[in-house]
């Protein structure tokens, strides 16, 4: 039987009551073990787990001191991902599980830090020849975000041929400056909002 | 009415404590339908999304227990999430950090696992030798408690074709990188960026 919060009435007799005054206890019970260790269980009250269907873009709200965790749908995933609403609906949402993980050495991906940090990295080849290649991050894009601010960059070798960034870093890209020699790839990694 | 917890008493009458009764039922309801899904609803018991508060003292976890929560960030100095593990180990602000908005930062952010990642700008001299350049320490960001691990990426000011820095002896201490430059660049006024974690 569901809850009835109308019970009982001020006519009620106990006789007519104690059926749906117990079947309340019932349901609060069966309510409470849900998520939550249940009242004959050791540590009452507390969580087992949180399951956090999707709130499908109607977005908690947040006071001066409170925070909130939810799920909706990641806009660069499409699919349910864990996030943070800030003090006082800051729209800055921080997104917990949102991301593309590489699943090699040679790819790219990114991750935002639930503190708000976009991470990409990369990676790009070059030619033999000396000279200033510009290197663009993935995206934007249906699964990559882009940069806000020009991103912090840092860049890894893969062969002797000398290489270091250079000119001005932007949201879409950053220039290296390599001397002669075949076989130079790079990995990079960007940090920025 | 407010929920009451010391009702109904043994002497009372039906027609004396009906009235309560009624009101502990709806108040258990309102209360539950706070963050959570309601009474005969499919999501019933499960959490819509869950609002923290700044409490007075951070949770503790016993035993294999962990919490979440709220708390000010010390380095920010507004709320942040915090992870705090088993047995009511060290407490992490999961959302805290410094977001760089420009290409020489700096930044920094800590995993909940407790690594400390800081990342910036260092100056790279004209002349080659051996230097050291302090990790970046202010109010808003935090210094490390253990040698870091530390990466270097040398930086032109503007784009010098096929002209690279060499540094080497990537070392340093937990206030401090320390770098030889084996190649004297061609022009002063090099940076690099770096990259270290630690905690």
């Known amino acids: 039987m569901p809850y009835n919060s109308n019970i009982p009435l001020s006519t009620d007799r106990i006789s007519s009551s104690q059926e749906g005054i117990q079947q309340n206890f019932q349901a609060i019970s069966d309510f409470i073990d849900i998520n939550h260790v249940g009242f004959l269980g050791g540590l009452p009250g507390e969580h087992t787990v949180i399951t956090l269907p999707s709130v499908e873009d109607v977005l908690p709200t947040t006071g001066d001191d409170e925070m909130a965790l939810f799920s909706n749908i990641g806009a660069f995933t499409n699919r349910t991902e864990l996030f943070v609403q800030r003090p006082n609906n800051d729209p800055d949402l921080c997104s917990i599980s949102q991301g593309r993980p590489t699943t090699g050495p040679r790819f790219f991906g990114w991750y935002r830090l639930p503190n708000g940090s976009l991470l990409k990295w990369g990676t790009r080849a070059f030619d033999a020849a000396a000279g200033n290649y510009p290197v663009t991050f993935i995206g934007p894009g249906a699964r990559f975000p882009e940069f806000r601010t020009p991103p912090w960059v840092l860049i890894q070798n893969n062969s002797l041929v000398r290489a270091d960034i250079s000119g001005v870093t932007t949201v879409n890209g950053f220039t290296v400056s390599k001397a002669v020699g075949a076989n130079l790839d790079i990995q990079y990694i960007a940090i920025g909002t | ?199």
Do not use: C
């Open chain 2, 1 to 199: 009415m407010a929920y009451k917890h010391n009702i109904p008493q043994p002497a009372d009458e039906l027609r004396f404590s009906q009235a309560d009764i009624l009101n502990n039922f709806q108040a258990i309801e309102t209360v539950f339908e706070k963050n959570h899904g309601g009474f005969g609803t499919n999501i019933e018991g499960k959490h819509k999304f869950v609002q923290m508060n700044i409490q007075g003292s951070v949770g503790t976890s016993v035993g294999d227990q962990v919490v979440l929560g709220v708390q000010l960030g010390a380095f920010s100095g507004i709320p942040e999430l915090y992870f705090r593990g088993e047995n009511s180990g060290p407490v992490r602000n999961i959302t805290e950090g410094l977001n760089n908005t420009t290409a020489i930062g700096p930044g920094w952010y800590r995993t909940a696992s407790g690594t400390l990642v800081k990342w910036g700008i260092v100056y790279i001299p004209a002349a080659a030798g051996t230097y050291n350049s302090a990790f970046i320490v202010a109010a808003n960001i935090p210094p490390f408690a253990t040698t870091p691990s530390m990466f270097i990426s040398p930086i032109h000011p503007t784009p010098q074709l096929g002209v690279a820095i060499n540094l080497v002896n990537l070392t340093g201490n937990v206030n401090n990188l320390n770098f030889s430059l084996v190649t004297t660049a061609t022009l002063a006024g090099y940076f690099a960026n770096i990259l270290a974690i630690g905690t």
